[in-house]
């Protein structure tokens, strides 16, 4: 059974930073991506970054590009996401998930499974 952890959520001042982690369990298939999520209230779910578990390959929404940084330690399971110079329009629910292959990588409906959601508030 395929399950995803987040943690690291919190609160923070605009142009501060916050890590946020997803421990992935029952899922060892290396050709397969994880993906950060967010969905701010009353808002579509939006893609935010991606890796893909075999080669590290990463893609990023355009506008968390330069600031946001996707990562994963392949020994503990674990995908990262370490925001940097955040903004309040970055506040949100951050959720990670999981699917075989690659392509499309933001695309939240491609996503088989999903965590419970770490919250990330961002105050000016």
């Known amino acids: 059974q395929v399950q995803l952890v987040e943690s690291g959520g919190g609160s923070v001042q605009a142009g501060g930073s916050l890590r946020v982690s997803c421990a992935v369990s029952?899922?060892?298939?290396?050709?397969?991506?994880v993906g950060w999520f967010r969905q701010a209230p009353g808002k579509e779910r939006e893609g935010v970054a991606a890796i893909y578990a075999s080669d590290g390959g990463t893609y990023y929404a355009d506008s968390v590009k330069g600031r946001f940084t996707i990562s994963q330690d392949s020994a503990k399971n674990t995908v990262y996401l370490q925001m940097n110079s955040l903004k309040p329009e970055d506040t949100a629910m951050y959720y990670c998930?999981?699917?075989?292959?690659?392509?499309?990588?933001?695309?939240?409906?491609?996503?088989?499974?999903w965590g419970q959601g770490t919250q990330v508030t961002v105050s000016s």
């Open positions: 029952g899922y060892r298939e290396l050709r397969r991506s």
């Open positions: 998930a999981a699917k075989g292959g690659w392509w499309p990588q933001l695309q939240h409906s491609s996503y088989a499974h």
